[in-house]
């Protein structure tokens, strides 16, 4: 800050607006930030926001690939075959050696800035890390593995297929996290802290015999607990808008996620309580307006959400060809022939040499042809092998589906969002009653007349009711 002189302050009282205006800069507390410095935190940021992620992206493509090469050496040779890894599980990478690449360069002026830059960052990376097998089986596993004759390969390897169907295998991972998962990770947040807990008591008990000291006081006693900080409750946090995540972005594969995550939280609400209690130290409280960045957060789950939904229904579930099929192509407005509906043949001499079967004989009878799911024109046909029309019906209809889907969803949740109001008005009504009696307040010692503004005090207590 700089102070003028006395002798100078009449000079500089006849300045011009803008000599003014460069004063008030110059007496702000706050030290200005250099542009150079900016472009260079910010860029800082993005990179290892983007190394993060292409670190994820690439884990996750080495352990896809990893399974397929495995599984391809299996077919190839059976004795090679032994215990892999047969479901997609979170690769649990660890985002604490990797976050002050996100943050750091930034240097957040306050707290909060501090605490919301942080919670996006790391909620995205963990975002990534954790839905990024489920969305590749939901949306993207199959796709690409072509037809016979012409089949989709990595490094010489065939792609993975969903025999038993994608969402089956959606479901399957979906309950694999929602009830083995989360059991372990409630005895990991409870018996962790216990058996650090119990060491340092055990140590502090020692070194207190050690010195001839007998019982301590009840702060000095605590210190052996677990430490608390101003990110305390980021995991707690985290884990919430993880669990929220997997309840809403593949409700539809496994509608029992609900469930699960209510019974889980109803343990670890008390696994909670017990640990924040008795097994931490305790907190310095805080005052603050909202959950911050996590309401945001939230949010934009439940909008994806919605969008995760209507894909995962349109495209991954038979839906749209059972109810395509039922409404045009069946006699009887029935599912029956659907499985044949959905297959389309090839002519096994069509086969090359590296995918031709060794032996292609059923019950001593050469097989001509064998069936498959997709809708593609049979052999012999003038576009033998390209997709056929109804599959460009089914593909325009799940299209559809999704459009209408969104718009409904969305259409109904904002005009929920429109009736029930954020602040309720019996409480609109006395922030507006506080308000009044405030100003009558602050007019009554203006005027310097204590009864007007004893009055407006009395008018602010609420009124007894009898």
């Known amino acids: 800050m700089r102070i003028l002189p006395v002798n100078e302050t009449n000079e500089k009282q006849n300045t011009s607006h803008q000599a003014i205006h460069v004063r008030l800069i110059d007496i702000s507390i706050e030290a200005p930030l250099l542009l150079g410095a900016c472009s260079i935190a910010v860029l800082s940021t993005i990179s290892g926001v983007i190394f993060n992620l292409c670190l994820v992206i690439c884990t996750v493509f080495g352990i896809i690939a990893y399974r397929i090469i495995l599984g391809g050496a299996a077919v190839a040779r059976p004795e090679l075959a032994g ?27 306050t707290q909060s800035e501090y ?10 990376f963990t975002f990534l890390n954790t839905y990024s097998s489920l969305i590749y089986i939901a949306f993207f596993k199959g796709r690409f593995s072509g037809h016979p004759g012409e089949e989709g390969t990595l ?6 297929k969903c025999e038993g169907g994608c969402l089956y295998e959606v479901c399957v991972q979906l309950a694999i996290v929602m009830v083995g998962k989360q059991i372990i990770n409630n005895i990991q947040e409870i018996g962790q802290p216990l058996v650090m807990n119990w060491w340092r008591s055990w140590r502090r008990d020692q070194l207190a015999r050690d010195g ?15 430490e608390w900080h101003t990110l305390s409750l980021f995991d707690e946090y985290l884990e919430m808008a993880i669990q929220f995540g997997f309840v809403t972005l593949f409700v539809a594969a496994f509608p029992l996620a609900p469930l699960f995550a209510l019974l889980n939280n109803i343990v670890e609400i008390r696994l909670d309580a017990y640990k924040y209690t008795s097994q931490m130290r305790r907190p310095l409280a805080e005052r603050v307006a909202n959950i911050g960045a996590w309401q945001v957060i939230l949010k934009g789950v439940s909008i994806f959400a919605v969008i995760c939904n209507a894909f995962l229904i349109a495209y991954t579930s038979d839906f749209i060809p059972r109810l395509l099929y039922r409404m045009v192509h069946s006699r009887d407005h029935s599912l029956r022939g659907f499985v044949n509906f959905t297959m389309s043949a090839f002519d096994t001499s069509d086969f090359d040499d590296e995918t031709r079967p060794e032996n292609a004989t059923l019950d001593g009878i050469v097989v001509r042809e064998c069936r498959y799911l997709d809708y593609r024109e049979p052999p012999g046909s003038k576009q033998e092998y390209q997709l056929t029309l109804t599959y460009w019906h089914i593909f325009a209809a799940r299209l559809f589906f999704v459009v209408v889907f969104e718009h409904v969803v969305f259409f109904i949740t904002s005009v929920v969002a429109a009736l029930i109001p954020d602040v309720p008005r019996s409480v609109q009504e006395r922030i507006r009653r506080e308000q009044i009696v405030s100003q009558e307040i602050i007019a009554g010692l203006d005027s310097g007349d204590p009864h007007q503004a004893q009055q407006g005090t009395r008018s602010a207590s609420p009124p007894r009711s009898h």
């Open 83 to 109: 215990p892999g890894p047969h479901h997609y599980g979170n690769h649990g990478l660890n985002a604490e050696p990797h976050h002050h690449l996100t943050y750091e360069p930034e240097r957040p002026r």
């Open 115 to 124: 605490e919301d830059s942080f919670t996006f960052k790391m909620f995205l």
């Open 155 to 160: 490094f010489g390897y065939s792609l993975d």
């Open 212 to 226: 001839g000291k007998g019982s301590l006081p009840r702060w000095e006693a605590d210190y052996v607990l677990a």
